[in-house]
């Protein structure tokens, strides 16, 4: 074996031992709470296992940022803490960065930028951005890679599979490989940040017309496949503005459901990772939308079948909502399945059923929609397993994510009216055009 095999195998082993520990931890702490009563300080043991993940950073800290925006698949105080690595993760230290650099842009780095911050000014789970200012003047925003990232994610997926396949031998309601499968995939590409630079593009391209939406350039000459420069967007984040005034809060909600949507429907697009990190807001109260590292590609038929499902609610067409499930992949759902799936759709549909300013909808225990998933898994428990497709991890992902966010705001808007807007005059190979001309425009393919 070589020695760099023998090292990233080394590399790997060690993460696995880490990582093995931290999960294994948190098994038997919550498994002893449950099945021998005993008691153990929830805050003080999340805050500890979040702090070794956050140090640990890669895709597992990511896991647990999704798992953090699900209802009930963590307890409380766990989905609380994996909140907080989403925007607070421990940054690599300058000697890193410097050697970081200089194998991205070689050994006059330096020369080729007027400045460049030794200290982080964002860091997260798969890499920490830094400020810098190009010989021309422009602000600059750098997002170097962690190291190892390729090897982390080798170990941390097959610790995920492992803890997949246990939760499967408590609860057989929902198979889970097509949701390990999605997350895999998604992940490997985040550490491509040429896709990323594609992607970036793409959005900028998409949202070159909205005013009130903001996308950073990015400089290809001071980018590599570790290394993601683009332009330095100013704005303050979203959770400062939590208790302005209802105009300026319901103007923000509105920016953020065009950012969110309209490359949705628009193009088949949408940005798969909602958290606070991910955008800010200007003076003027428009959106920098920010990281496009996950970004989930659907077939036009799977917009189609959202909007399926829609029109099914809205006129009580149950033949239409199986129709939609069945497009989405769902495979021999019986009826009884097909109306307990019908009673997550019509949550997640109901604000825009509804022709009415009102909120998106409530909050139970600081998580959007657990009252409904609750419901939704223990009817569904009781009719069997489902299978549920690969392409609703991300797309849950976002929806949940930016109605927490709109109940953080306490926005109250006309949903109906702005969804409409948006899906007005809606075709379906139109749709498919203007996805494969913008695609092949950067040269993106679907995975």
């Known amino acids: 074996m070589s020695k760099g095999k023998t090292s990233t195998l080394g590399k790997r082993m060690s993460r696995y031992s880490r990582v093995s520990g931290n999960m294994a931890n948190l098994a038997i ?93 964002a860091a997260a789970s798969l890499g920490q951005v830094h400020k810098a200012i190009s010989h021309d003047g422009k ?77 950073p350039e990015v400089i290809d000459e001071l980018s590599t496949d570790r290394l993601l ?32 949507y309209l490359p949705l429907y628009h193009y088949g697009v949408i940005h798969g990772d909602p958290h606070m990190g991910n955008y800010t807001v200007r003076n003027d109260l428009s959106i920098n939308l920010l990281d496009f590292g996950c970004v989930r590609i659907f077939p036009p038929e799977f917009i189609g079948g959202i909007l399926d499902l829609y029109h099914s609610l809205e006129n009580e067409d149950f033949e239409l909502s199986a129709h939609a499930y069945k497009t989405w992949g769902f495979k021999d759902l019986n009826k009884e399945q097909i109306e307990t799936l019908n009673i997550w759709a019509r949550f997640l549909y109901d604000p825009i059923l509804e022709n009415k300013i009102r909120p998106i909808g409530i909050l139970t225990d600081g998580i959007y929609g657990k009252d409904t998933a609750d419901k939704v898994h223990k009817k569904l428990k009781s009719l069997g397993t489902i299978q549920i497709p690969r392409e609703f991890v991300f797309m849950d992902r976002a929806a949940l994510g930016l109605g927490s966010l709109f109940l953080h705001l306490k926005a109250e808007i006309n949903w109906h009216r702005s969804f409409n807007e948006l899906i007005d005059g809606f075709d379906i190979e139109k749709l498919r055009k203007s996805q494969n001309d913008a695609l092949n425009k950067f040269h993106i393919t679907i995975q």
């Open 229 to 260: 420069t683009t332009t330095w967007l100013d704005g303050a984040p979203i959770m400062g503005y939590i208790e302005k005034d209802r105009e300026t809060r319901n103007i923000i909600a509105t920016n953020m459901f065009r950012a969110w």
């Open 139 to 215: 602000s600059l925003a750098c997002k170097l890679q962690y190291p190892d990232m390729h090897s982390a994610i080798d170990a941390d997926l097959s610790q995920l599979k492992v803890v997949f396949s246990l939760y499967e031998k408590y609860d057989k309601t929902i198979k889970t490989d097509q949701a390990h499968n999605e997350m895999a995939d998604r992940l490997h590409e985040e550490l491509d940040y040429k896709r990323e630079a594609k992607n970036t593009k793409l959005y900028h391209h998409i949202l070159i017309n909205e005013q009130n939406i903001h996308v």
């Open 29 to 121: 702490k919550l498994a002893g709470e449950k099945y021998l009563g005993l008691n153990i300080d929830r805050d003080k043991h999340a805050e500890n296992l979040v702090h070794s993940l956050g140090n640990l950073k890669g895709p597992l800290m990511k896991v647990g940022q999704l798992l953090a925006t699900i209802p009930n698949a963590l307890p409380k105080e766990y989905a609380e803490q994996f909140r907080e690595l989403q925007c607070n993760a421990p940054p690599m230290g300058w000697s890193f960065v410097r050697r970081r650099m200089k194998s991205e842009l070689g050994s006059d780095w330096e020369n080729k930028l007027k400045s460049f911050d030794r200290t982080a000014t």
